[in-house]
């Protein structure tokens, strides 16, 4: 006796197998940076995003009740359209993830470090807006 399929049932399963596909590939390949937007980066994802970057990363250092972050979001934002595809920009926020605030010695905020292979190349304290994080980038894109 042969089996019908159900064609319902069977757009369902492929369908399903399209989005585990997607989920896989998106997992296994992270194409950070390409889509001019920020990476919101935790104590949990940081070293995965900054030692498989291809691209530097500019990772703003950040609080909720610091005016100068509040005040630096929008050129965060601007750099990250400008940038897209040349630079992964990525916000951390200080108080959910001390850990590795500490470990970079953040001790004002504001901050922003420029990571190349993995590696902290620049720090920059305060909000110095978007010319000087411009000019900071420029040394460490690709040529």
């Not at 920020?38 to 009740?65: G, H, M, Q, R, Y």
Request: charged share 30%; net charge positive.
């Amino acid at each position: 006796m042969s089996e019908e399929k159900d064609p319902e049932l069977e757009k369902i399963l492929a369908k399903k197998a399209r989005e585990l596909m997607m989920s896989t590939k998106e997992k296994s390949e992270p194409n950070f940076g390409s889509e001019g937007k920020v990476i919101k980066l935790t104590s949990k994802n940081f070293d995965e995003v900054i030692n498989n970057a291809k691209l530097p990363v500019l990772v703003d250092f950040w609080a909720e009740w610091c005016a100068p972050c509040r005040m630096m979001a929008p050129v965060v934002e601007a750099l990250a359209k400008k940038y897209a595809g040349k630079v992964i920009v990525a916000k951390l926020n200080v108080d959910e993830n001390p850990d590795v605030a500490q470990r970079y010695y953040i001790m004002g905020i504001p901050t922003f470090i420029i990571f190349k292979n993995g590696k902290p190349v620049e720090k920059i304290v305060g909000a110095v807006g978007q010319g000087p994080l411009e000019n900071a980038l420029q040394k460490y894109l690709a040529t």
